[in-house]
């Protein structure tokens, strides 16, 4: 590769080229500079481009693949499909395109399980469920935005760490479990419904004590 490259323009080459190495090196600084090596890029390229080293590689390379999922659903008819279909078809896309990198993935999340990058995890995991969200059509801006968000962030996370280990053909208990997880968030969203309807038309117990104080109020 040519140095002609400004840092900018080179951190998405130096990310694929690191996809390479991660699987034996983890996402490190020798991960980095070897795709580097590859990439006839010094090094001192390679931290300009990167100036928060292989961590921000890393994140770098996250934002990229909810980028490309945001991408893939738009070009997909979800409207027409049932809420909990477009929230598992984007959930197995995301994995999906994930797949070619498994062992990277995997580096990957045994980094932000480390007490000092959780936040940065949560982050990561938080983003692309509001990449799905926003995909899916959610438009909420009051607490139902946090619950959504929270309660896929519950799924993908679950989903995604069985999928690291699952060696089904063509990772069919995977999406097996999702199927069950995306039931069970059903299931949760249907009964605090009928429970918010029931307080709905519950009597007023402040009201009804109002009235054993003040009879003929």
Same mark, same amino acid.
């Given at each position: 590769?040519? +140095?002609?490259?400004?840092?900018?323009?080179? !951190? *998405?080459?130096?990310?694929?080229? #690191?996809?390479?190495?991660?699987?034996?090196d983890?996402?490190?600084?020798?991960?980095?500079?070897n /795709? /580097?090596?590859?990439?006839?890029?010094?090094?001192?390229?390679?931290?300009?481009?990167?100036?928060?080293?292989?961590?921000?590689? #890393?994140?770098?390379?996250?934002?990229?693949?909810?980028?490309?999922?945001?991408?893939?659903? $738009?070009?997909?008819?979800?409207?027409d499909?049932?809420?909990?279909? !477009?929230?598992?078809? /984007?959930? !197995?896309?995301?994995?999906?395109?994930?797949?070619?990198?498994?062992?990277? *993935?995997?580096?990957?999340?045994?980094?932000?399980a480390?007490?000092?990058?959780?936040?940065?995890g #949560?982050? $990561?995991?938080?983003?692309?469920?509001? &990449?799905?969200?926003?995909?899916c059509?959610?438009?909420?801006?009051?607490?139902?935005?946090?619950?959504?968000? /929270?309660?896929?962030l $519950?799924?993908?996370?679950? &989903?995604?760490?069985?999928?690291?280990?699952?060696?089904?053909?063509?990772?069919?208990? +995977?999406?097996?479990?999702?199927? !069950?997880?995306?039931?069970n *968030?059903? +299931?949760?969203?249907?009964?605090?419904?009928? #429970?918010?309807?029931?307080?709905?038309k $519950?009597?007023?117990?402040?009201n009804?004590i109002?009235?054993?104080?003040?009879?003929?109020?």
């Amino acid at each position: 590769m040519t +140095t002609d490259k400004t840092p900018l323009e080179l !951190r *998405v080459p130096l990310i694929e080229a #690191m996809l390479s190495h991660v699987p034996f090196d983890g996402w490190s600084q020798k991960a980095l500079e070897n /795709a /580097a090596a590859d990439l006839d890029v010094s090094p001192e390229m390679a931290e300009l481009a990167f100036p928060g080293g292989a961590m921000e590689a #890393m994140e770098t390379h996250l934002v990229l693949a909810d980028e490309k999922l945001a991408e893939t659903l $738009a070009s997909l008819n979800l409207m027409d499909m049932r809420i909990r279909d !477009r929230i598992t078809l /984007a959930v !197995r896309t995301r994995i999906e395109q994930a797949g070619k990198h498994r062992e990277a *993935v995997k580096r990957g999340v045994a980094v932000h399980a480390l007490p000092q990058n959780v936040a940065a995890g #949560m982050k $990561a995991g938080w983003r692309t469920c509001d &990449t799905i969200w926003r995909a899916c059509g959610d438009t909420s801006t009051d607490h139902n935005w946090y619950t959504k968000r /929270a309660s896929l962030l $519950a799924v993908y996370s679950s &989903t995604l760490l069985f999928w690291l280990n699952d060696e089904s053909e063509g990772f069919e208990d +995977t999406w097996a479990f999702l199927d !069950r997880r995306i039931e069970n *968030v059903m +299931t949760f969203e249907k009964t605090k419904f009928k #429970m918010r309807e029931a307080c709905a038309k $519950a009597p007023s117990l402040s009201n009804f004590i109002s009235r054993l104080r003040y009879p003929h109020a």
